[in-house]
């Protein structure tokens, strides 16, 4: 597929690279010739000088054959005027990056009168996902599957936890068949388990569990599940923004701690039932003032990803708070995992992962689309979930043994017209079932793919 | 620097350079020379020699600006060292340096020769040293680009690119490497088929079309007779003379002509330079010649036409000897010697686009002199 990304910057380049791995022709154009010769030397790309929003350099960069335009540059206005023309000239799908809080109030209007397929808003994503961390405090991570109503958590096991030592086959009998583990990390090496995969403790695991039982399981599990009343958030742009929105939705006190006082004043106005504190959160006077050790959450989402490390390993030394810790840049993902910061979220990462399942959809024509896609653990693992359609009629009403899937391929879950099934080598997928993948297996767009 | 990486795109090359040898010596054969088999033996040499080395693929397989040249140029020199072989082994070159210098001449499609009678070398011989310059033309690497997945999906690769191809910038022709590389080689076999038909149509045999056809599009200029072209009909003149020009043009013309992109390809000033030298020279040759009353006598029109083209790509094929023509005419012929071809093609010399950038930037600061506080854009050289 021929795709233009408009916007040379941290998420354009991000996007590039994950769509380049999924074998797509990516053409990127941006105003700085530096940073597009940077671009063009790390990846087999193509690069155009000129503003996005002229439609000449569209021409050029070849609009007319494209099949989708994706506009990331850092104005909104400049992205969607982008996507209009481009819409207008050459009527190809587009996505815009809309991130000003005031326009994305009215995102609905301007998506329908603009004609964007799609509008990202990498603040609002991390916002919601830090969210879902702070529902389940004792998760590493949260992806939902909403279609199949149920989620997936990653957990570390810790040495007094019920799960150490065990295989996988007696964590199934000890948990009735409520929980799934699809994944288990130990020391860099990614695992997808079978029954006789052992689990130690140290490991990292990923679950899935139906979003009615996570209470019971996590209770099983000896797991951490006090409701957080209270979160204390470093940084006041707009994720925080998003962030306490939703966070006062549902009754939780915030404190946002901004250093500069012209935002302050900015968030004191649209936020006023939040407590909004003018200071320094990197100083360490301050963070004890506002209480920082009897905190129940921290939430590191200053601009600056070195502070906002910092600020966590910080967090994590003086107080027992579940600490979030937001980081933009992706290029040292494993070294932040080395870390062991907990809760790390990559606003970048779900973005492109939201765009690379639109893309995938796009260019399968038999509509068993992936319906959510996440890229797991530096994009080594996906989790995808499909609705099974008539049209994959080649993988249905067989046992899933006799199916021959392929090798390190998972299905962890099917829903049957509401009914959660966690899925043995006796079930059969069912047309209408809404089922959910783990694979370490790449480039699966399509419910068909998972046979060999 | 990852030596294991240079020497896996070495080890491919050698197995390209294999599977290229069994053309000779199937030419070989056909024609019934034992010396064909000494190419079979040699690729089944190189193709055992390549695999070992391509069989351990490295883990590391970063690759950058640095490696690229090392690989480009080891990548040559193994090429050259392996393809002198069969000239050794057989003893139709008697000595393995007098091969090497063949070898090395063909696939930098220089076209200097230590022979001094073409003509008593065998078929197959004759075939490879021609085929030497074809391959060199458009570069083994670019071949390798588009039929190998190399480094996937990174642009590492524009490294080895960028290391062989001539002229001052290079740019992809699509997004994708693999692509571009595919188009550049279609395009060059595309022009090379529609040269060697009409070749055969001016009444060569195919032997000789194809052989001249090699040393017209790498632009090297080995040909099969010692009297390089003198003997062949006006029609095969005439279609050198154009497919010489034609092959010292930027490719990127063809493919903009190709998808259509008319306006783009009119506004190439690189080609357009280029034309207006060449007809620029050959007009003024040929009104010298006629006023040294040489012309109708020992040189005729299209002599002017062939030598200029087959100068200026540094193809080095030639009619008439014209080292006999008067000062000025050879002055032109060193001069455009020297500003060569366009860039992005398989002409040689100093290029034209890099004369271009020069005289931009001489003619700026000309103006800039006439007025000094007019604005210049930083970019306005290219």
Known sequence: ?452 | MNLSMIAYIVGCVLEIEAALMLLPAGIGLLHGEQTGWAFLAVAVGAALVGLIVVLRRPKNTSFFAREGLVATALSWLVMSAVGAIPFRITGQIPHYLDALFEMVSGFTTTGASILLDVEKLDKCMLFWRSFSHWIGGMGVLVFMLAILPLAGSSGQNLYLMRAESPGPTVDKLSPKMRSSAAWLYGIYLGLSLLDFTLLMIGGMTAFDAACLTFGTAGTGGFGTLGSSFASYSMMCKVVTTVFMLLFGMNFNLYYLLIVRRFRDALKMSEIRWYLLVFFFASGTILLNLRGAGILGRDARPIDAFFSVSSIMTTTGYATVDFDRWPTYSRMILVAIMFSGACAGSTGGGIKISRFMIYFKAVSKELRRMADPPAAASRSAVL
């Not at chain 1, 941006?30 to 790390?42: F, N, Q």
């Not at chain 1, 998972?410 to 997928?429: A, E, F, H, S």
């Open chain 1, 1 to 452: 597929m021929n795709i233009i990304v408009v916007g040379c910057g941290k998420v354009g380049l991000t996007l590039a690279r994950q769509l380049r791995r999924e074998d797509h022709a990516i053409t990127i154009i941006d105003v700085d010739k530096d940073r597009l010769e940077a671009a063009v030397g790390a990846m087999d790309i193509q690069g155009v000088l000129g503003n996005g929003t002229s439609h000449r350099v569209l021409v050029e960069a070849g609009v007319e054959q494209a099949d989708l335009l994706i506009a990331v540059t850092d104005h909104d206005e400049q992205n969607m005027l982008a996507c209009l023309i481009a819409k207008k000239a050459a009527g190809c799908q587009v996505i815009a990056r809309v991130r000003n809080p005031s326009y994305y109030e009215d995102i609905d209007f301007i998506k329908g009168e603009l004609g964007l397929s799609m509008v990202i808003n990498p603040e609002w994503a991390a916002a919601q996902d830090i969210y879902r961390l702070l529902q389940i405090p004792s998760a590493l991570d949260v992806d939902t599957f909403d279609r199949s109503q149920v989620n997936m958590l990653r957990f570390q096991i810790q040495p007094e936890s019920p799960l150490d030592g065990k295989n996988m086959m007696a964590v199934n009998s000890m948990l009735g068949g409520r929980m799934l583990v699809c994944i288990r990390e130990r020391e860099g090496q990614i695992v997808i388990p079978r029954g006789s995969t052992e689990l130690r403790a140290g490991d990292k695991i990923s679950v899935i569990i139906p979003r009615v039982e996570i209470a019971a399981v996590l209770h099983r599990l000896k797991l951490r599940q006090v409701p957080i009343h209270s979160v204390m958030v470093a940084g006041g742009g707009s994720t925080t923004e998003y962030l306490t929105g939703l966070l006062q939705r549902s009754g939780v006190q915030v404190k946002i701690l901004e250093s500069n006082m012209d935002r302050c004043q900015v968030l004191a106005e649209r936020l006023p039932k939040a407590q909004v504190i003018h200071g320094d959160s990197t100083d360490r006077q301050i963070l004890q003032e506002e209480g920082l050790p009897n905190a129940e959450a921290f939430v590191c989402a200053t601009g600056i990803d070195e502070e906002n490390i910092m600020l966590a390993l910080y967090a994590a030394r003086v107080s027992g708070a579940k600490v979030i810790t937001k980081i933009s840049r992706i290029d040292f993902e494993e070294v932040v995992e080395d870390l062991n910061l907990g809760s790390v979220v990559y606003p970048k990462n779900i973005t492109a992962e939201n765009i690379v399942r639109f893309v995938r959809a796009l260019g399968n024509a038999s509509g068993n689309n992936v319906e959510t896609l996440y890229q797991l653990l530096d994009g080594r693992v996906e989790a995808m979930e499909f609705v099974v359609q008539p049209s994959a009629a080649a993988v249905t009403g067989i046992k899933l043994q006799e199916l021959g899937l392929k090798k390190d391929l998972l299905v962890c879950c099917i829903n049957r017209r509401g009914k959660i099934i966690t899925p043995t080598g006796q079930d059969t997928l069912e047309i209408g079932d809404i089922v959910v993948i783990v694979t370490t297996a790449k480039g699966i767009r399509d419910l068909g793919d998972i046979v060999r």
